[in-house]
């Protein structure tokens, strides 16, 4: 996809950032779900945007909204039932394996090729499950800092991945 395409797929949404955020929060009360939610919605509308044209960014953004809202509880329900039976798995295929270690390690590459602040800010809100208001009090930053910190960070990475295809 083009820069400019990238372009208008956030100007179309950054006008819309406060009402979707809203919503999201009606729909959620914990604020930290909430932030995922929302940092969610952006990966994978950027996401899509490699595979094929939106052609509705925030009618998409709205739909991937809800769904994952239906996910977050979903989720909530099943942690406090019990799994009742085990499903089997099915071992990979060895290409399968060799690809997964190959990308695994042009993502690592590419981590380790980000500037430092993003990378740890990445780090720490994505794998390691801080909040944005942690990791901004943490560093000196302001929360909308960290957001596009990890939002340059999913573009950077998705970008790596396309190009290694």
Known sequence: MADNSYSRLV???????????????RGV????????IYQEIWVRL????????????????YRVA????NDFYRMAKAAHGEVTEAIPAEAPLQDRVFLSKQRLQQLHDTLESMPPLRREVFVRRRLMGHSHQTI??????????TEKHVGR?????YQALEDGE
């Open 136 to 145: 901004a009090s943490d560093l000196g930053l302001t929360i909308t800092a």
């Open 153 to 157: 960070a999913l573009s950077t990475l």
């Open 46 to 61: 950027l996401g899509r945007a490699h595979e094929d044209k939106v052609e509705t960014p925030v009618a998409y953004a």
């Open 11 to 25: 100007q179309d949404l950054s006008g819309e950032e406060s009402r979707l955020r809203a919503f999201i929060a």
């Open 29 to 36: 009360k914990d604020p930290h779900a909430a932030a995922d």
């Open 66 to 69: 809800k769904n994952l809202m």
